[in-house]
Each structure stands twice: as structure tokens, then as C-alpha cells.
């Protein structure tokens, strides 16, 4: 199998990209990665001198860039770059219509193009919108209520309309809320986490009772790895953890795992705007085809904060320059 990722050098690229190549030995991943903010290309530097492995640098809203990339013949393109931070997307929305929905675009005619076997893009829960209650089913209707999801599931129609006008083989996954190493620290569990191994406080927006489906990126990987594979062209598949949580139950969690206070280190700030009371996937769907996650939330969150505990290196860079500007601009008025 050879397979095209693009935007694997982000978190839940790069994770798969290792999977892959340990579980797939005979698989040969070709990565695309425009190395924007949160492309870090320390994710896979352990991967330099493996035969099977090869980055290219280029943006996937580019025509021939994406052509470059699938000259040599792709088996599969599995889609994971995306601009992915709600919070960004109210300051900066244009940014994510142009990735997340152009990009999109410019894919899907590469396997139209060249006849590509099969096209996996990977999307999230949050474009179902607020689920007050019961969870969503695949076949729901889109609800989008930000800038981020309202792009993310612009592309996943574009995704359903080729796949119904051209039948091109398209799947398309659902993640929930992803944890784990190699996260870049403007998430809620990496910032959370690198604030308290500095000895400062985490800002915890309204109330703290916002609940979100926790998935340990390793699982997520694979429940993408399992749909490339196993999926039914033209389908949707949600992919969850099953661990829900409010985001104070989280902090509550993360304080105590660093050893600091509730009282001395959380903040509560003005809440987001149009921020979704609550996320719930069904993954029966998924589940039938096969796969279940694997990482039990306790266990894969003290493994998370170990990680960032021991690799304060892979961390400590990104806190400057850039994220330190966004951060200000987010927080300073709150």
C-alpha cells in the first residue's frame, strides 16, 4: 500500500504515520505537510532514514503540489490537514475556509484525476453542533455553530457530493475530542498541563461544564487505519472514546496529577462564543466494522502527562513567539 497523508506533521497525523509503519510493515507513506504553526517536524523525526517514509513540504489548497505528490502513484490519500482550533477560527476564520474546504476540493479532483483507490477524510464530532442530548448518528444533519466545524463539515459535503455526482471512493471519519503525546499547547489537556508543569494557572472558560468524548490518539489512528481499510466506499463513521467528561472534571484531574491546587491555579474566564454545551457520538456503526478503542482514559491521561513531563524539549519551543502573540490575544481580555 502506498499512501499519501497530508498534514502529517500535526498530532493526529503524525500518530497515524507511526502506526502505520509499525503495524503495516510493507506499507510506504508518502507525508505533505505545509509546516504551518502546529506542523511540527519534530513529530516525525524518528522516522528520518526509514526506506518506507518520505516528506514533501507543500500546501494541499496548491493544485501542483498535490499533483507533485501523486505523480509516483498513490494507492490511498488519507486527509488529515485541516486548520483545527476553534478558538483560532472565531480570530481567524478565514484561514480554515481556504484549508479545510478548498484543500479539500483540490484533493478530491487528484483522485478523480488519477483514479486513487480510496480517499479517507478525517473530520470531527463538533460538525454535528450542540448534542443537548442521546448522541449523533452519522446520518444526522450537520450543525455546525463555529467557524472551525462549519469549515470541517463544508468539506465533508464536498466529500458526500463527489462521492453521489462521481462515485469517487471516498470514507469519511469522525473523530471526538483527541489526547496525547506530541500536541500542540493551545488544546485544552497540553496547555492545561504545560501551564501547571510551570507552576501557572490554567484559564477554565464559564463554568467548566462543557462535556466533551475523550479518544487517546493512538486509537484514533487506528480506528482511521481500520476504515481505510475495512470501510464501505461513501460511508461515514464516527470514531469515540467513550470516556465523557466536563471540562472541570478534566482540570480537576490535571491539577492534581501536577501536583498543584484548584483553589491557586484555575481561573474561570469569559466563556467562548457560540461555545457548544456539549459533544456525543455513536460509534456503533464503527464498533460493527470492527474496531473499539483500547486506551483507558486514566491510564492513556497520566501517560499523556508524563510524556509532556518528560519532554519538556518538544514542548518548551513552541511556548514562544507565535503562541505566546496568540495567546495574549485570547486571554488578555478574558
Given amino acids: 500500500m502506498r499512501l499519501l497523508v497530508t498534514g502529517g506533521l500535526g498530532f493526529i497525523g503524525s500518530t497515524f504515520i507511526h502506526v502505520v509503519l509499525r503495524e503495516r510493515p ?9 509546516m504551518t504553526y502546529a506542523g511540527n517536524p ?3 523525526a524518528a522516522l528520518e532514514g526509514d526506506k518506507r517514509y518520505r516528506f514533501v513540504r507543500g500546501d494541499i489548497c496548491e493544485t501542483v503540489a498535490v499533483e507533485e505528490a501523486v505523480a509516483d502513484g498513490v494507492d490511498a ?61 452519522e446520518t444526522d444533519a450537520l450543525q455546525p455553530r463555529s467557524p472551525y466545524s462549519a469549515s470541517k463539515a463544508g468539506g465533508d459535503l464536498q466529500v458526500l ?38 507552576d501557572q494557572s490554567v484559564p477554565v472558560y464559564g463554568d467548566g461544564l462543557q462535556i466533551r468524548d475523550w479518544l487517546h490518539a493512538d486509537d484514533h489512528a487506528r480506528g482511521v487505519l481500520h476504515v481505510l481499510e475495512h470501510g464501505e466506499v461513501g460511508n461515514v463513521y464516527n470514531i469515540g472514546g467513550g470516556n465523557p467528561r466536563t471540562n472541570v472534571e478534566i482540570t480537576r484531574m490535571l491539577v492534581d496529577a501536577c501536583g498543584r491546587s484548584m483553589d491557586t491555579h ?42 509532556y513531563r518528560e519532554n519538556e524539549s518538544w514542548w518548551r519551543p513552541l511556548k514562544n513567539g507565535e503562541f505566546l502573540a496568540y495567546y495574549k490575544r485570547q486571554y488578555a481580555h478574558r
Fill in 42 to 44: 519534530a513529530n516525525c
Fill in 77 to 137: 490519500i488519507v486527509n488529515f490537514a485541516a486548520e483545527t482550533h476553534v478558538d483560532r477560527s472565531i480570530l481567524e476564520p478565514g484561514a480554515f475556509l481556504r484549508t479545510d474546504i478548498l484543500g479539500t476540493h483540490v484533493l478530491l479532483e487528484a483522485v478523480r484525476r488519477h483514479g486513487i483507490a480510496r480517499y479517507v477524510q478525517v473530520s470531527t464530532d463538533e460538525v454535528y453542533g450542540d448534542v443537548s442530548s442521546g448522541e449523533s448518528l
Fill in 161 to 198: 457530493a463527489y462521492w453521489n455526482t462521481y462515485r469517487t471512493p471516498v470514507l469519511i471519519t469522525r473523530g471526538s475530542n483527541t489526547y496525547g503525546p506530541r500536541q500542540y499547547p493551545e488544546k485544552l489537556i497540553p496547555l492545561f498541563v504545560t501551564n501547571l508543569l510551570d
Fill in 26 to 34: 510493507d506499507w510506504h507513506v508518502l507525508n505533505l505537510d505545509l
Fill in 266 to 307: 484555575v481561573r474561570h474566564v469569559a466563556d467562548r462564543e457560540g461555545h457548544d454545551r456539549r459533544y456525543a457520538i455513536n460509534c456503533a456503526k464503527t464498533h460493527a466494522l470492527g474496531w473499539t478503542p483500547q486506551v483507558a482514559f486514566e491510564r492513556g491521561l497520566h501517560e499523556t502527562i508524563a510524556w
